[in-house]
């Protein structure tokens, strides 16, 4: 669960290049979803992606500029020291069920979704024939059985479903 984070699906269409992107989602990783606050501290960013502190201010500025969803990736407010937000992130959120200082909800529905998925998942589970044998061994095991046998076996119980088609061919 540690590498786990929440990133908006929508970014995808903003016009973002490899570096950015990466960066972007660093910053959703370190993105507070309790408290809606953005972590972000340009060190860090620097020193992870072998950038300039420059670098890193002038790609957060772009990130201002950028909008998804009609809100912009990142907002910085320059007091005493910057104060970072990203908005567009936080709507997400929301979206989800992440409201600031009551995270439950959000918990709940990202629960609910990874036990449909679990359920998918088991659904495509097949229960393989032979399932330790390489193709050749499996070649050969089909070759020695009998012709109602192999009539009986489903090419998709099979590692290598095409083996079965091939050595029934064969036979005929």
């Not at 972007?24 to 309790?34: D, G, I, S």
């Not at 990142?74 to 007091?79: E, G």
């Not at 009551?102 to 495509?124: C, H, P």
Request: aromatic share 12%; net charge positive; hydrophobic share 35%.
């Amino acid at each position: 669960m540690s590498k786990f984070y929440l990133a908006d699906p929508n970014i995808i269409t903003a016009a973002l290049t490899n570096r950015e992107f990466k960066i972007y989602h660093y910053l959703c990783k370190n993105y507070n979803v309790t408290k809606h606050t953005a972590y972000v501290r340009l060190v860090d960013i620097a020193g992870l992606f072998q950038l300039t502190t420059k670098e890193v201010e002038e790609i957060l500025i772009k990130f201002c500029q950028i909008k998804v969803n009609d809100l912009p990736l990142m907002n910085i407010i320059k007091d005493k020291y910057n104060i970072y937000s990203m908005p567009s992130h936080k709507q997400f959120l929301d979206q989800i069920g992440f409201k600031q200082n009551n995270s439950f909800k959000g918990y709940k529905t990202i629960n609910g979704f990874l036990k449909q998925r679990d359920k998918q998942e088991q659904e495509i589970i097949v229960n393989l024939i032979y399932p330790k044998l390489d193709r050749y061994e499996l070649q050969d095991k089909l070759e020695g059985l009998p012709t109602e046998e192999l009539k009986k076996i489903n090419p998709k119980q099979l590692k290598y479903g095409w083996i079965l088609k091939d050595v029934i061919k064969t036979r005929t």
